[in-house]
């Protein structure tokens, strides 16, 4: 849908290149880099607002390299939203509809339309600088989206956002993705990438290092600054289940966790991914969802030991790696657990490839995020 | 100490500002207190004053919107694009304020007198520019234009460019983004340029003196009353034609701050 060749671009000290990747329709494709590596100039040059020095955008089979921003075809929904400051948030969202939607009428039954999706309603008569970001934010989007984009950019959309922000916002992102909308989503945020994307590039220097899917990205890291931009090895992409616990432990839910529970009345959370379940600490509903725990926040041990630690899960090590700052221990319990421990500990336990150990991790460790 | 050395800088400063702020309006206070109330209503009610006044207002006025035609895209330009000699055409901007302006007049009188290129043409459209409105507003031009060439400028530059970005995302045209996203959101600055303009034009004597004698403007009638017949009588004149200035100067300005609260 969205091809990208060899794309490059410098000024000043900044400069990105060879730039290649391809979007196919209705996906979700995540830019993922820490700041300065180039996303918003890419944004930006895909949008026509800076020339590309060589390469070729190719928008559905049309070369758009050297089109006018205008005649794109491509959506940008700015960092900062740059909603026109001197219009109510109505007529920004008009602003992309003169000349597409005939009629004064019709552009305004358009706008009704586009701020119900965006949830924003009530916000209409509003001036941007009373709006807060993520009502600003939702404006931007409504507005970016009236004037029919064939793909939709977005450069840290969720950076201004407080929590419930985010969540809301992420909701109305996965929903207009799921209406066939293309998005490119640019982030330095690993989280946001693993729970909206279906597939991520990470950008480092103004290149683009590997594209893959979220799960073999964090699976596995195509190089050291994957790794260690990420940080996580413990990524897991299953689902949420809710179960009413009454006295003691569900054995249908905890087939793998062997310490006790302790009750509470009412619906705990189960998370639920191939080869492993965990109880999880999440006000999110029961459905999709990605786990992620630190690798620091897994305690092993050769014996199960009675803790706090709801999930303890037996396995066997089945490598042992030297890395910063400590050793990290790989073990095979169902699914590939990645354990950092001190050098010291891995002398004073014994451990060594093959050993069984029991891996203990708290609920409260385990993020768990909307999938 | 420290605090007292501080505080008597300060008052030094004071008195010094002071002494400048007495300058400016000594003598227009003086000039304004010497006048009697009869004085001024005889002068109000002369015809040739009244319609030296409507000359100056209108022509300033005709001068100021002729030139904001290719001033604001001109401003637009120096604002936003790179191109070679950009300083240079800064520079030619601000060259009227620096010249003398009896000089820009006989300048002036070399591109718009009777037999040149220019007063030919206008002789075909059936006016003259010496000794004409014509001429009148080419003077005025000629010494304010980069007043509102520089504040319009300088909304221009104020005015993120993201939005201009934001606006041609969204499939308008730039015309339609220059009407509608950069002026508007340079409007304040736009708007000062204009009454600054207005402003300077109004009061714009040495230049008109030379290109139009006639029609007279109030600063060329407020000479030649001092010439012809002494201080007594031109002061009542130019009481009048100040207190005209400032009255519109400040409506002006209350509006213009107006529009910014409404903006903000």
Not at chain 1, 188 to 213: N, W
Not at chain 1, 327 to 346: H, K, N, Q, W, Y
Not at chain 2, 93 to 102: A, E, G
Request: aromatic share 6%; hydrophobic share 50%; net charge neutral.
């Amino acid at each position: 849908m969205l091809r990208v060749e060899g794309l490059s671009k410098s000024f000043g000290a900044f400069s990105m290149s060879d730039v290649s990747f391809e979007v196919s329709e209705g996906e979700y494709f995540v830019l993922l880099g820490p700041s300065g590596t180039g996303k918003t100039v890419l944004l930006e040059t895909l949008a026509g607002m800076m020339e590309a020095d060589d390469g070729r955008i190719i928008l559905r089979g049309r070369d758009i390299t050297r089109e006018r921003v205008q005649k794109r075809g491509i959506g940008l929904v700015f960092q900062d939203q740059a909603l026109f400051p001197h219009m109510t948030a109505r007529a920004n969202i008009a602003y992309g509809l003169h000349g597409r939607v005939a009629g004064k009428a019709a552009i305004q039954a358009r706008v009704e339309q586009l701020a119900e999706e965006m949830e924003i309603s009530h916000l209409l008569e509003r001036m941007p600088g009373t709006l807060s970001g993520g009502e600003a934010q939702r404006v931007a989007l409504a507005r970016a989206l009236g004037a029919e984009p064939d793909c939709l950019l977005l450069d840290e959309p969720l950076s201004s956002l407080d929590t419930g922000g985010r969540s809301r916002m992420r909701g109305l992102l996965r929903r207009l993705n799921r209406k066939k909308m293309t998005i490119i989503h640019v982030t330095h945020d690993y989280e946001e990438a693993l729970s909206l994307a279906s597939r991520v590039g990470i950008m480092e220097d103004g290149r683009i290092v590997q594209v893959d899917s979220p799960e073999r990205i964090f699976r596995d890291p195509g190089s050291e600054f994957v790794a260690r931009f990420i940080g996580i090895k413990n990524f897991f992409r299953g689902r949420i289940e809710r179960r009413a616990v009454a006295g003691g432990g569900d054995p249908a839910a905890g087939g793998d966790i062997v310490a006790g529970r302790v009750t509470t009345a009412g619906a705990e959370p189960v998370f639920i991914s191939e080869g492993i379940k965990l109880d999880v600490l999440t006000s999110l509903d029961a459905g999709d969802a990605v786990a992620v725990i630190r690798s620091e926040d897994i305690v092993v041990s050769i014996e199960p030991v009675s803790s706090s630690a709801r999930n303890v899960i037996a396995g066997v090590i089945i490598d042992i790696v030297p890395v910063r700052g400590g050793v990290e221990i790989l073990i095979d319990a169902g699914v590939e657990l990645a354990a950092m421990v001190t050098p010291r500990s891995v002398e004073r336990l014994g451990l060594e490839i093959g050993t069984k150990i029991y891996s203990s991790i708290k609920a409260s460790a385990i993020r768990v995020l909307d999938g | 100490m420290r605090i007292f050395r501080g505080e008597m800088t300060h008052l030094v400063f004071a008195a010094l500002g002071g002494l400048v702020l007495l300058f400016i309006i000594a003598p227009l206070a003086g000039m304004f207190l010497s006048v009697t109330p009869g004085d001024l209503s005889e002068s109000a009610s002369d015809p040739e004053v009244s319609r030296s006044v409507r000359v100056t207002l209108f022509t300033s006025m005709g001068a100021t919107l002729i030139m904001a035609l290719g001033s604001v895209p001109l401003a637009w330009l120096l604002a936003r694009k790179d191109f070679p000699l950009k300083q240079l055409i800064n520079g030619i901007i601000d060259l009227p304020i620096v010249i003398p302006h009896s000089a820009a007049g006989i300048a002036l009188l070399g591109v718009i007198a009777r037999g040149t290129p220019m007063g030919r043409l206008a002789e075909k459209a059936g006016f003259e520019f010496v000794g004409g409105y014509a001429g009148i507003m080419a003077a005025m031009a000629f010494v304010s234009v980069p007043f509102l060439v520089n504040s319009a400028r300088d909304g221009f530059a104020a005015v993120p460019r993201q939005l201009e970005k934001a606006a041609l995302n969204l499939g308008a045209s730039p015309v339609r983004v220059f009407f509608t996203i950069s002026v508007p959101l340079a409007w304040r600055s736009i708007l000062s340029g204009l009454i600054l303009m207005w402003a300077r034009g109004m009061s714009e004597f040495g230049a008109v003196l030379v290109v139009a004698y006639h029609p007279m403007i109030t600063p060329v009638l407020i000479y030649e009353r001092f010439g012809a017949f002494g201080l007594k009588y031109a002061r009542p004149v130019s009481v009048l034609f100040v207190t005209i200035c400032l009255l519109f100067f400040i409506t002006l300005r209350v509006i213009a701050g107006r529009r910014r609260d409404a903006q903000s």
